[in-house]
């Protein structure tokens, strides 16, 4: 067994309550052996905490990684038209390739950030599973199936390829890879396919992920065409189930937060990416009182435009209390929660806490910065004021991702000027 201690540090317990403590990890189990007091003598290689806060790795529960390539590109329009006008024209010239460069840059800003694991919907997904796999993060993948705009036979197809790559990557990389089959919504999956395809994701043993209720758009059809609202319409085709998670629920009503709640389906918080979509405001305090298990994620950094989880922290409390007319809603301990533990439940990872027998998946904030000072309260700082810069180390599964600043499993220069290329080439493509 080879040991590391993280050292000299205050720890984020599960309780959301902060103690000083040692970390010491089994590295080739990937899993926490103890936290506790003076653990440096019983480890072979130690990581300093001192003057820093130990917190569970960040989980995001929604992310597009590889839209990383796609930061910047088309801002400042709702989702409708900026998904029709500016971001499915360039996504369909999107290579293994592209989505390789992307991806890596995306997953070396989610482990500069602190984050350690994530749920993606994207397309070339055995490439994101190598590129995931490569750098060391946990993840949960599915492919994007998308039936609007296709034939009968190129629609099977894409739920076809959502189930075959579901199958293919479900426990790569040691166990660190988890799959799910992901219609991309309920307004742009035909309610023929999902009946199709949804038992047959279930036959498989995945859960389902996907867009619901982020905008009125996507509400009011169903309920003229269906006559219930979209979440009710989701339970008939099967997909509220427990161990389902649903991105965004913006506008769902008491009655679907019921349904939520009774099924044990989970819902990822997207503030900055509902923000800058204009999209709404997600009733979080209220679905969280009615016992909705609530994560938290970026979606893709085209609409947020980051992947560091502490900026939606800060946003989550935010915008909730705004939501909710209510300065005490949302508070700095709900946060903390959902970006940890929260997210991990949802997307249904074994992660998000540190307690003996849990995963090595970590964090070591920085403390020593005039916006962390005076330290009344870190899990104040953790909500309102720590960002991705103070991040100075980050583990997962035991193996060490980043040490002082610097990321191990990337190259950080090469990635970035790949990353830079792929983008120029893709929107190249787009425009000719
Ligand atoms: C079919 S793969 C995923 C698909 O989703 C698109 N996307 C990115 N952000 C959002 C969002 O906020 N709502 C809905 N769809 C989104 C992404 O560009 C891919 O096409
Ligand atoms: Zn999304």
Known sequence: MTTLAITGGQVLLPDITVTRADVLIDQEAGEILEVGDDLAADADETLDAADSLVTPGFVNGHCHVAMSLLRGYADDKPLDAWLREDIWPVEAELTADTVRAGTELGVLEMIKSGTTAFADMYFFVPTISEAVADAGLRARLGHGVISVAKDADAAREDAREGLEVAAEIDGMADGRIASAFMPHSLTTVDGEYLEEFVPQARDLGVPIHYHANETEDEVVPIVEEEGVRPLAYAAEKGMLEDGDFVAHGVHVDKSEIGLLAEAGTGVIHCPASNMKLASGMAPVQRMREAGVTVGLGTDGAASNNDLSMLDEARDAAMIGKLAADDASAVPAEAVVEMMTRGSAEAIGLDTGRLEEGAPADLAVIDLEEPHLTPRHDLVSHLAYAAAAADVRHTVC????????????????????????????TLVTAAEE
């Open 397 to 424: 599964d035991g193996q060490v991702l980043m040490r002082d600043r610097e990321v191990l499993t990337l190259e950080e220069d090469a990635v970035r000027a790949r990353a830079t290329e792929a983008a120029e």
